[in-house]
């Protein structure tokens, strides 16, 4: 079945630089890639999504590049700010939505 | 606008009890689903509903989990009996269309003792 690997699983930077996380994921039909923020009893975020049909989309000091062809797709944070520590996960979801896979998750701590 | 509202937030029994989660998803979202959180892993689908049709049902246990949802708005997720394997987090999101974002409540944690 289709699975997504995601990478580190723990990430640790100082206040101001840049954090990324990589995930790849196996079903070549999936299309739409999502990023969760999940804090500390909290749900999880929708904080950035990307559709197929694009390559790159930026957000502020997030943004996620996604490479088809290799199956793989990455967050990137930058100018990191202690209020970005947290849990961030990546997903891959199937064109119909029927489906949404989810990575184990990769915690984030930015040391101020 | 209100988000995705779960109660309650947090929830112990011992096992062999039941127990019951609530979900109220964002007004107007169709799509409801309920996930499984384990410690320090990604949300795990257990069931999805497009309007009051459980359209994905695949991965919950239907021996002692059942959900139903009403009208296709509230959402009730029960377990009967629980297992001390069930704690974990119940998490439910709601999106628009079935393809579209998810937008996730806070969940209930669920202890088992």
């Known amino acids: 079945g289709e699975n997504v690997e995601q990478h580190p699983s723990t990430l640790s930077v100082q206040e101001g630089d840049s954090a990324v996380i990589k995930c790849t994921y196996s079903?070549?039909?999936?299309?739409?890639f999502p990023w969760y923020k999940q804090e500390l009893g909290k749900g999880p975020q929708l904080i950035i999504d990307?559709?197929?049909?694009?390559g790159e989309k930026k957000d502020q000091r997030i943004a996620v590049t996604l490479n088809k062809t290799a199956k793989h797709f990455s967050l990137h944070i930058t100018e990191t700010q202690p209020e970005d520590s947290a849990v961030y996960f990546c997903?891959?979801?199937?064109?119909?939505?029927?489906?949404?896979?989810f990575g184990a998750g990769t915690r984030l701590f930015v040391k101020a | 606008e209100a988000g995705v509202v779960q109660s309650p937030r947090y929830k112990i029994i011992e096992k062999k009890q039941p127990v019951a989660f609530w979900c109220n998803p964002i007004?107007?979202?169709?799509?409801l689903y309920w996930y499984l959180q384990n410690l320090g892993q990604g949300p795990e689908l257990l069931i999805r509903?497009?309007?009051?049709?459980?359209?994905?049902d695949s991965q919950l246990p239907k021996d002692r989990f059942s959900a139903e949802r009403l009208k296709g708005v509230d959402s009730t997720l029960k377990i009967q009996p629980a297992e001390l394997g069930d704690s974990a987090v119940y998490l439910c999101?709601?999106?628009?269309?079935?393809?579209?974002?998810?937008?996730f409540g806070p969940g209930t944690r669920l202890t088992v003792t």
């Open positions: 999101a709601s999106s628009l269309v079935p393809s579209g974002e998810q937008y």
């Open positions: 007004s107007g979202h169709n799509t």
């Open positions: 079903d070549s039909a999936s299309n739409y």
């Open positions: 990307i559709r197929s049909n694009v």
């Open positions: 509903y497009e309007n009051e049709e459980a359209v994905d």
């Open positions: 997903a891959a979801s199937d064109p119909g939505g029927f489906k949404t896979i």
